[in-house]
Each structure stands twice: as structure tokens, then as C-alpha cells.
């Protein structure tokens, strides 16, 4: 199992996404907006870390369910 340079960046990626919500959560709105943002937000963390993993790993858990969530 090897990893990519370029893999490693998109996961560097999904930890700032990720730091970056959490700031958005302290910040204060609505929470529907708080809602929405997040949701926005964790579905393409969701998306990219399933990619990621099929192609680091080569396997699919989650079988078909990857490609109906993109």
C-alpha cells in the first residue's frame, strides 16, 4: 500500500477543511445556516476520504454507495 504525494496533500487539505468548520461553528448565525454550511462541508470531507481510502487501499466498503454520494 503506497501513498501519493498528491494523496497526502488532499488529506493536508481535509484537515484544514476540517479546522476550518470548526471555526465556522463558534462563529454566530443562525443555526440553519450553521446547518447547512456544516452539512456542505462534512459531505465533500466524506466524499474525498471514501475516494481516498479505495484508492490507497484498493478496496470499496461501502461497494456501489461511493459513486451514488458524488
Known sequence: MNITQEQLEELAELAEQAGNLIAASRLRVSPAIH??????????IEATLRRLYVEISGENPWGDEEEDNE
Open 35 to 44: 446547518i447547512e454550511g456544516m452539512r456542505g462541508g462534512l459531505e465533500s
